[in-house]
Nanobody, 126 residues
Framework: QVQLVESGGGLVQAGDSLRLSCAASGRTFGSYVMGWFRRTPGKEREFVAAIGGSNARTYYADSVKGRFTISRDNAKNTLYLQMNNLKPEETGVYYC???????????????????WGQGTQVTVSS
């Protein structure tokens, strides 16, 4: 079983930065594919970024490439999402998720993520 707890959300202005954290339980955190997803008003939950286990391979949604960085500290069982140059349309609830496996294939598929956090609110004002 894996438990995930996000933190770091808040209210910022357009162009500002935020770093989200996701604290994970479980001894096998380091080997699991992890992802960040978000639900913005009026839209379904969407993929943001993913990171592999020990090889730390990364993949990003086109909309965040060059502005967001996903990383992990396996010693601390923590996943991060550094978000720079935030836009008002990125206001929403951000979730971290664990695939519960090291399988990297198509890391954007939400259905393949077995464990989810409760989400953290990010609000970007214009």
């Amino acid at each position: 079983q894996v438990q995930l707890v996000e933190s770091g959300g808040g209210l910022v202005q357009a162009g500002d930065s935020l770093r989200l954290s996701c604290a994970a339980s479980g001894r096998t955190f380091g080997s699991y594919v992890m992802g960040w997803f978000r639900r913005t008003p009026g839209k379904e939950r969407e993929f943001v970024a993913a990171i592999g286990g020990s090889n730390a391979r990364t993949y990003y949604a086109d909309s965040v490439k060059g502005r967001f960085t996903i990383s992990r500290d396996n010693a601390k069982n923590t996943l991060y999402l550094q978000m720079n140059n935030l836009k008002p349309e990125e206001t929403g609830v951000y979730y971290c998720a664990s695939r519960g496996s090291s399988t990297w294939y198509n890391p954007t598929r939400q259905d393949d993520y077995a464990y989810w956090g409760q989400g953290t609110q990010v609000t970007v004002s214009s």
